[in-house]
């Protein structure tokens, strides 16, 4: 039992870059969720998904996208990256809305 | 005012001593509170959960919860330099569709 898994751990892109973060839970969660966390703050939710099919912003959704297909991915889409989505991104899980969530490892993302 | 307030500190707290967080949420219908422990450079992970009033032990921590007065606390007992790390309080907001908000963290630093 993995739990959430992230990839990659790490990535450097330029201005203007695209790229996509993966994440993976094989807890049969049906919510998961995608946070940024900026150097010495709280996490802020990106976006979030209740269930295959059906997602929805959080508190900074501009600049991302996501997707969730199957109950065990939701990838998080970053479309012409800036300097201002320097951040560690982690995904997370949750069996119910408003439950405990277990959070990935994170990604390190630094735009150049 | 912030939905959910930490000091962020840093708490720094003898070996063996008791520290003491305190956490305090806007919204009066808050349901479900969580205490997470975030390690420089990793993911939060889940040390304690609360939803009723009252004090809840699990080994040397202790929450306490008082929703007349909308504060969280945690204490941890004898204390040790393995739990020096940021504590993340999280509560499940109504008001925020029955997500976790985040507080900014308190670092603790415990001393040998």
């Known amino acids: 039992n993995a739990g959430v898994t992230q990839t990659p751990k790490f990535r450097i892109l330029k201005i203007g870059q695209s790229m996509t973060l993966q994440c993976t839970q094989d807890m049969n969660h049906n919510y998961m969720y995608w946070y940024r966390q900026d150097p010495g703050m709280g996490l802020k939710l990106i976006y979030y998904s209740v269930g295959a099919g059906i997602t929805d912003k959080g508190e900074v959704p501009n600049g991302y996208n996501v997707s969730r297909s199957t109950t065990e991915d939701f990838p998080l889409r970053l479309e012409l990256a800036a300097p201002s989505q320097t951040s560690v991104y982690f995904c997370?899980?949750?069996?119910?809305?408003?439950?405990?969530?277990?959070f990935g490892p994170g990604t390190r993302l630094t735009v150049l | 005012q912030k939905e959910v307030e930490q000091n962020s500190g840093p708490l720094s707290v003898p070996e063996g001593a008791i520290a003491s967080l305190n956490c305090t949420y806007s919204?009066?219908?808050?349901?479900?509170f969580f205490w997470y422990r975030q390690y420089s450079g990793k993911s939060p992970e889940l040390i304690m959960s609360i939803y009723s009033n009252g004090d809840k032990e699990d080994g040397r921590f202790t929450a306490q919860l008082n929703k007349a007065s909308q504060y969280v606390s945690l204490l941890i007992r004898d204390s040790q330099p393995s739990d020096s790390a940021t504590y993340l309080c999280a509560v499940n907001r109504r008001a925020a569709g029955n997500k976790l908000t985040f507080g900014g963290g308190t670092r603790v630093l415990v001393k040998p």
């Open positions: 997370a899980s949750s069996y119910g809305g408003g439950g405990e969530q277990f």
């Open positions: 919204d009066r219908v808050s349901q479900s």
